[in-house]
């Protein structure tokens, strides 16, 4: 009981302040009435001491609990995350064949490439705490691994179930951006955004660049893209720049790491402005007290 009473708070707590003034008051502030000396009423004036107590202590009920009330009380329940200056992102991974190929964690050669990207970026989805994601992989084809979502629990397990080679061996980069972009393109969040890996050349699309170019800055699509190894850097920097993104370049696992934490620090929410604070609000019950002793001290002054 005393921990619930210590969990108390006020929305208003200046105007507690007013009790203070309403207690000054009382004592230096009272009436001047003229006095009147009859003999023999001392037995009725001890009775009238005792109401007149009871009357004064409803009386400071009233103004207190309705000042109570007005400055607010309240109980903090939990904290919840509201969806407004967040980011929608999609993380469009290559799984064509050529990311089968070793070296590229100098600390473990025998790592494939697409084992390191799915380290780091399990690495990076858990830090992006308020965005929704989505996980596309391409290859011959273009497959939605995840939808937009908020759960980062589930997206890490998918995964690990992702490997090379899920959706063919060839690389349709160019389609993985247009199937990112209808993913994103309904999307009500301030800031959207494509992530875009890949180890190859472009040699499956069936759409042309100059089609995703306009989707992409039709629908206010940023792309950031991270070319590794023998990717085509000019096509990734065209990307880059004609959707206002950046384009990066990694050669191991420690470069790519920094590549993402550097995006991580590029694209940041709002989270503290996306924060709503679920209260019970307390303010009816000692309203409800004050409203009842009114109703009695009324009573009781009607009664003389």
Request: net charge positive; hydrophobic share 45%.
């Amino acid at each position: 009981m005393f921990d619930y009473l210590l969990s108390i708070r006020f929305e208003y707590p200046y105007l507690l302040l007013v009790i203070l003034l309403f207690i000054f008051c009382s004592i230096f502030c009272k009436a001047k009435i003229p006095t009147y000396i009859v003999p023999h009423l001392n037995i009725f004036a001890k009775n009238q001491a005792s109401t007149n107590v009871f009357q004064g202590l409803l009386k400071y009920i009233s103004i207190v609990g309705a000042i109570i009330a007005l400055a607010s009380p309240y109980t903090k329940l939990n904290t919840q995350l509201i969806k407004n200056d967040g980011i929608d992102i999609v993380l469009s991974l290559d799984t064509s064949g050529s990311m089968k190929e070793l070296g590229f964690n100098p600390l473990n050669p025998m790592e494939s490439r697409f084992t390191v990207v799915k380290d780091i970026v399990k690495e990076f989805i858990p830090k992006r705490v308020n965005d929704n994601i989505s996980i596309v992989v391409f290859g011959t084809s273009v497959m939605m691994a995840t939808p937009l979502s908020f759960d980062k629990d589930a997206q890490l397990e998918i995964i690990d179930y992702l490997d090379v080679g899920v959706v063919g061996d060839k690389t349709a980069l160019i389609d993985s951006l247009v199937s990112s972009t209808n993913i994103l393109k309904s999307s009500k969040a301030k800031s959207k955004v494509i992530i875009l890996l890949s180890d190859g050349a472009d040699n499956s699309s069936t759409i042309p660049l100059e089609i995703a170019l306009k989707l992409l800055n039709k629908y206010e699509i940023k792309v950031y893209t991270i070319s590794i190894a023998n990717s085509n850097k000019i096509i990734l920097n065209q990307i880059a720049t004609q959707t206002k993104g950046k384009s990066f370049s990694a050669n191991s696992k420690e470069k790519l790491n920094e590549i993402y934490e550097e995006i991580n620090k590029l694209e940041t929410s709002k989270i503290e402005n996306n924060k709503i604070t679920l209260k019970n609000y307390l303010f009816f019950y000692p309203l409800f007290l004050a409203i009842m002793s009114l109703i009695i001290l009324i009573y009781l002054k009607n009664k003389e």
